[in-house]
Every structure is written in C-alpha cells, then in structure tokens.
C-alpha cells in the first residue's frame, strides 16, 4: 500500500514513515515530478490539513495523507496555533522560530502548552478522512537537544525530563501529537483496506 504525503518537508515524511508500518510512504513530489503547495487560509488544523490533499490529482494507487500541525502556548492564547511555521516569519528557521517565541514569552511562569496535530486521508474513491492527536507539556526557558525537528528544542512533554529534541525518535513518536495523530490514521487505512479486499472479493 503506497501512502503518498503532500508535503515538501522531508522531516515528517520520515517521520511519518517510521511510526507507519507495513505501508511505503513517498512524497507527492516524487511521484508527480513537482511539488504542491496548498494556500493554507483555514481558520483551524483540521480545515488546512484538508485543503491540502483535496485538489490533488486523482491517485488510484495509492491513498494521499497530509497533516496539519502547531504549537499552542496557553500564556499566548494559543498562538502560534495553526501559524506555527510561519511564526517569526516566512523565512524564519526552526531555530529562530524557537528564540522567537521564548523571547516573547519571556519569563512568564505560565508555561503550559500542547502540541496538535490532524491528519488528512484522501482515498482512490476520493472521500476524505481525519484524525486527531495531541500531547500536553511545558515550554523550555532555552533550547535543548539537537534531534527533531520545528519547535522540539523547547517542547518538554509532561511528566518528562527530556524535551522532544532530547528523545530519541522512537521515544518521541510514542509520545507526539502526529504518532497518536497516525496511528490513529492507520487503524482507518486498514479498515478501508479490509472492507476494500472483502468487498472485491464478494465481487
């Protein structure tokens, strides 16, 4: 079963493809020949997440899978929310992204916040579906850990010593918004799979 990922980020396609197993997970760019960009103008995870998958070729192989995802800090209402990686700017790195946002938090003891993520399904009949994860934690006062990948450096999920970036990766994706998000995800794809192989076999 081949899962194609509309994303141009090579980060989450391996991350995706090491919590999904018995599936091959490639990007959408290396099966069409060139990348796709989705506006992403929806107010929440879930709206963007879609767009991104919705207008894509049709793909009769295969099932399309995208995810939308963000930080949530509580002392800062929620951002940077669902503009997480545009947070500091366009052109901003992880890195920066990271002092950006310690810097505007400050010394503010608040420091609860959770990650989220919502991930997308498009299958060959064209129906879409979802599924949700989150993790709850605390914000960092400096980065720490050189693993992961966005705002992992000063993410340290509750009841853990370690931020994201300090976890090894099977640590992290047992924990994560996108591993409780995709496993949810794939307990639908082999539903569909099962119903999929039963009903052409009746047939």
């Known amino acids: 079963m081949k899962i194609v990922v509309a994303t141009g980020n090579r980060h989450k396609v391996s991350e995706i493809q090491s919590i999904m197993t018995g599936v091959t997970v490639?990007?959408?760019?290396?099966?069409?020949?060139?990348?796709?960009?989705?506006?992403?103008?929806?107010?929440?995870?879930?709206e963007n997440a879609v767009k991104k998958i919705v207008d894509l070729p049709a793909l009769k192989d295969g099932i399309y899978l995208s995810d939308d995802s963000g930080l949530e800090v509580d002392a800062l209402d929620g951002a940077p929310g669902?503009?997480?990686?545009?947070?500091?700017?366009?052109?901003?790195?992880?890195?920066?992204?990271?002092?950006?946002?310690?810097e505007l938090l400050g010394d503010n003891p608040n420091r609860t916040s959770r990650f989220r993520c919502v991930i997308a399904l498009r299958f060959p009949d064209g129906h879409v579906q979802t599924a949700s994860g989150s993790v709850e934690g605390d914000i960092t006062y400096s980065l720490s850990g050189t693993d992961g990948?966005?705002?992992?450096?000063?993410?340290?999920?509750?009841?853990?010593?370690?931020?994201?970036?300090e976890m090894a990766?099977?640590?992290?994706?047992?924990?994560?918004?996108?591993?409780?998000?995709?496993?949810?995800?794939?307990?639908?794809?082999?539903?569909?799979?099962?119903?999929?192989n039963y009903n052409a076999g009746r047939g």
């Open 26 to 46: 490639v990007r959408f760019e290396d099966v069409f020949g060139y990348p796709h960009y989705a506006v992403e103008d929806g107010l929440t995870f879930e």
């Open 149 to 165: 990948f966005g705002y992992d450096p000063i993410f340290r999920p509750k009841t853990y010593p370690q931020t994201f970036a």
């Open 82 to 102: 669902i503009y997480s990686a545009r947070f500091g700017g366009e052109a901003a790195t992880n890195n920066e992204r990271c002092l950006a946002l310690l």
């Open 169 to 196: 990766s099977s640590q992290k994706n047992e924990l994560s918004h996108r591993g409780r998000a995709l496993a949810l995800a794939s307990q639908i794809i082999f539903a569909w799979h099962r119903e999929t």
